[in-house]
Nanobody
Framework: QVQLVESGGGLVQAGGSLRLSCAASGRTSSSYYMGWFRQAPGKEREFVAA????????YYADSVKGRFTISGDDAKNTVSLQMDSLKPEDTAVYYC??????????????????WGQGTQVTVSS
């Protein structure tokens, strides 16, 4: 089991920045990818970014590429999401997730095994 706790959400004006953090505990050695997803009201949960824990390769949704940066600290078992140039359409609940295998797409929510409780990000126009 892996437990995930997100922090850092809040209210920000368009063009502003926020930094989300996710602390992992438990069987963290089983984590191959750590990712961030988001879900806006009335919409499906969608991929935002992911990082390969062993290699450090990063992956981004086209909608956030160039504005968001994912990073990980294996020693602290944390993953962060720096969000810059925020837009109102970035408003959503953001979730941290862990993928414990290489099987399946890292972009697909169904391939992640453990999830945090989510943190709200609201961007005002």
């Amino acid at each position: 089991q892996v437990q995930l706790v997100e922090s850092g959400g809040g209210l920000v004006q368009a063009g502003g920045s926020l930094r989300l953090s996710c602390a992992a505990s438990g069987r963290t050695s089983s984590s191959y990818y750590m990712g961030w997803f988001r879900q806006a009201p009335g919409k499906e949960r969608e991929f935002v970014a992911a990082i390969s824990r062993r290699v450090g390769t990063t992956y981004y949704a086209d909608s956030v590429k160039g504005r968001f940066t994912i990073s990980g600290d294996d020693a602290k078992n944390t993953v962060s999401l720096q969000m810059d140039s925020l837009k109102p359409e970035d408003t959503a609940v953001y979730y941290c997730a862990v993928k414990t295998t290489f099987v399946g797409s890292k972009y697909d929510t169904s391939n992640y095994d453990f999830w945090g409780q989510g943190t709200q990000v609201t961007v005002s126009s």
